[in-house]
């Protein structure tokens, strides 16, 4: 936010009314009162967030995005659809890691033997594969539902947690293969390693992802 030009906020405009009761707001970052307060670093080394605070900030009505208490359904149809290809960026760490780990399997020799030959090794690249390819046709079909118009809600967020989970453990393993050389700063497997580890918490919590899928399964009742 402290480069940006405007932002989208979504506040609480109805205290009454739950989910309909959001309005969205496009704030020009130079309107009085916006300030960024602060920068807050993350694992993810090459972002970073920031805190905002709004001070007696006024917005025109102009600057409403859709309708006044309408916001929830903006900021769910992007949370939604952005859940594809987030599991598709996770997938897109794990095929690497997995490419770096194999290379690695067949030209490292230990006690006489590459570490290819050894079944410890092999199960682990194997494991990884069918997390890299149950990842990869989970985001298919959320992608290839939502692409037709058809309901892929629980689909994106099954795919999000599934890929982010996956990726998490295809990157460890990866590591593992390496050994001590997996844990330098000289591959980049320890920035994976911390990507990965937002991505269980980034566009909605797998928890979260799965209180979607049961509130599917279960019915609407479930808040
Ligand atoms: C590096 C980084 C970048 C980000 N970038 C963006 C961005 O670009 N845009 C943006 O909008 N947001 C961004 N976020 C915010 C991110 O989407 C939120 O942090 C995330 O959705 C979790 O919300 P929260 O932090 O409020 O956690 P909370 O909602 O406070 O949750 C805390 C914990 O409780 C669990 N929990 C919460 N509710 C329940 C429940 N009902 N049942 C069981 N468990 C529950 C959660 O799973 C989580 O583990 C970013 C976060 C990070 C770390």
């Known amino acids: 936010a402290d480069k940006a030009d405007f932002v989208l906020v979504f506040a609480r405009t109805d205290a009454s ?7 969205c707001f496009i704030v020009d970052t130079n309107t009085k009162g916006f300030h960024v307060r602060r920068v807050v670093h993350t694992l993810r080394s090459s972002h970073y ?3 905002l ?6 917005v025109p009505n102009a600057n409403i995005l859709g309708e006044v208490n309408k916001g929830f359904a903006i ?5 939604s659809r952005q859940r594809i290809p987030y599991a598709a960026a ?6 690497k890691a997995q490419e770096l780990a194999v290379d690695y399997a067949k030209q490292r020799e230990t006690f006489g033997a590459p570490l290819a030959s050894r079944q410890a090794i092999q199960w682990m690249i194997v494991d990884n594969e069918i997390d890299i390819r ?3 046709w989970l985001t298919l079909d959320a992608a290839h539902k939502a692409d037709r118009g058809e309901p892929y809600r629980m689909e994106a967020g099954i795919a999000k947690l599934v890929a982010s989970e996956a990726g998490g453990r295809v990157v460890d393993r990866a590591m593992q293969i390496h050994g001590g050389y997996g844990m330098t700063k000289d591959l980049p ?12 918490v980034g ?3 797998n928890e979260v992802q799965r209180h979607i899928v049961a509130r599917d399964l279960l019915g609407g009742s479930l808040r």
């Open 17 to 23: 009314k739950g989910r309909d009761g959001v309005t």
């Open 49 to 51: 967030a920031t805190e």
């Open 53 to 58: 605070q709004f001070e007696d900030m006024r």
């Open 75 to 79: 900021a769910n149809e992007r949370l």
């Open 90 to 95: 996770c997938i897109a760490v794990a095929v």
């Open 134 to 136: 149950t990842s990869l």
């Open 189 to 200: 497997f320890e920035r994976w390693y911390r990507e990965m580890r937002i991505r269980r």
């Open 203 to 205: 566009e909605g919590p």
